[in-house]
């Protein structure tokens, strides 16, 4: 079965610091990766994914994240924290046998100004 | 492209009613739907898989008779929760596939469900 690992239930960075979300996944198969945001009281958002193409992906807002089979990681990281990135953020993996998704217990990511 | 809505987007009802959550996929035909349950600040649970015009898939520990789900067409997935009780009360999210080799899911804006 699938899963996911998100280390870090709260993460807290200064506006403009480093922004790096921990994600480790559990597969038998090639898998799909997401990360998704959520604001309060709101759905999903799509970040980026990663669907076996290039290990680096770049994604919205200025995210991207890095597929390391080695290490079974998909991280997420933003070179530099904005106000606006404050919210929850979600690791998923899919596959195609699977016919599912599966989530991550979720990283609230706070920004201090 | 790509949007899900969902209707309503928060309910109040009174413990033993029912409620009917809608799903629609509006520019784009949905072969599988997904409802999602969410307790506060936890993450998304899956609790069912629908496909067009055949029977939902429930998860382990889901009641299929509690929570009543219907893909009546490409474009809509309903999810009645029957006679509701105050631990029904969650965030309810849908999502969305295009096609069956497809993987990537759209998800709806949620509907919050309180019951008193």
């Known amino acids: 079965a699938q899963s996911v690992t998100q280390l870090g239930s709260h993460v807290s960075v200064s506006e403009g610091a480093l922004v790096l979300l921990r994600c480790n996944y559990s597969?038998?198969?090639?898998?799909?990766l997401f990360w998704y945001v959520q604001y309060p009281n709101q759905g999903l958002q799509l970040l980026l994914k990663?669907?076996?193409?290039?290990?680096l992906v770049k994604g919205i807002n200025g995210f991207e994240a890095e597929f390391k089979k080695s290490e079974t990681s998909f991280h997420l990281t933003k070179p530099s924290a904005h106000m606006s990135d404050a919210a929850e953020y979600f690791c998923a993996v899919s596959d195609l046998r699977n016919n599912d998704m599966r989530f991550g217990a979720g990283t609230r990511l706070t920004v201090k100004p | 492209g790509a949007v899900v809505s969902q209707h309503p987007s928060w309910v109040i009802c009174k413990s033993g009613t029912s409620v009917k959550i809608e799903c629609r996929s509006l520019?784009?035909?949905?072969?599988?739907m997904f409802w999602y349950r969410q307790f506060p600040k936890q993450s998304l649970m899956l609790m069912a898989t629908?496909?067009?015009?055949?029977?939902?898939?429930?998860e382990q520990g889901v009641e299929k008779d509690k929570f009543l789900i219907n893909h009546a067409s490409l474009t809509l997935s309903t999810l009645t929760v029957t006679s509701a009780h105050p631990e029904d009360s969650s965030f309810y999210i849908c999502s969305a596939r295009v096609g069956s080799g497809a993987y990537e899911q759209y998800f709806g804006p949620g509907t919050r469900l309180t019951v008193t």
């Open positions: 520019d784009f035909q949905a072969t599988t």
């Open positions: 990663y669907t076996s193409a290039a290990t």
């Open positions: 597969s038998s198969v090639p898998p799909y």
């Open positions: 629908s496909n067009e015009g055949s029977k939902a898939t429930y």
